[in-house]
């Protein structure tokens, strides 16, 4: 599985643990990184943990698709998920307005 079709995968187990603000960013214009950035919100450390488990282990048990170790999980204020196509953003709502991934990267298409 590649491109949109694994961002909007992590959308949905995101938003199946209650993620808020849910947005797909498509940067394949803007980056040489990566596709696509999938930025989730939460309300908690114990809820940033919950949303990113959910994704990981659904992708994993659903599509047969793995990610390297999740960045970030020893605070769980912000977690990324790199499946190289796709990078996810799992952050506590005020991490998430402090650094304002949208807003840097705000060249790129909302999915």
Known sequence: ???????????????????????ILDVREVSSVTDFFVIASATSEPHVRAIWNEIVDSLKQEHGVSASKPEGISSNNWVVIDYFDVIVHVMIKDVRSQYDLEGLWNDAPVI
């Open 1 to 23: 599985m590649h491109g949109q079709k694994l961002a909007e995968c992590c959308r949905e187990y995101a938003e199946a643990k209650k993620a808020g603000e849910v947005v």
